[in-house]
């Protein structure tokens, strides 16, 4: 794998991680949603602790997306910049091969 794909398949992975936490995001906002419905006259006493439980595990998985998208995302960028010219070379190279 060259440079360039790696900086490629980097950036897919920082793509996929942003997605999954919007992903979880949604997911808060719809576990929310049935929460305040169910206080407002269910009164279901499972679906107040589960959805609870449940809430509580995709705020902390979320969390942990959160930090794992900025570090990977701060790699990728390092890995950009340090090859950088290298990067550049093969595309150059690889836009000449286009117009042959």
């Known amino acids: 794998m060259d440079k360039l794909q790696k900086l490629e ?14 992903s979880q995001t949604a997911l808060i906002t719809k576990i929310s949603q049935i ?9 279901d ?18 969390d942990a997306i959160t930090e794992i998208f900025a570090y990977f ?5 390092e890995y950009g910049e340090k090859n950088r ?3 550049e070379a093969i595309e150059a190279a690889a836009a000449i091969d286009a117009t042959r």
Do not use: P, T
């Open 9 to 22: 398949l980097m950036n897919k992975v920082v793509r996929e991680l942003e997605d999954l936490q919007n």
């Open 35 to 43: 929460e305040v419905d169910n206080m407002n006259g269910l009164n």
């Open 45 to 62: 006493r499972r679906l107040e602790k589960d959805l609870g439980d449940m809430h509580s595990k995709i705020a902390e998985n979320n």
């Open 73 to 77: 995302e701060s790699k990728r960028d």
């Open 85 to 87: 010219s290298a990067i």
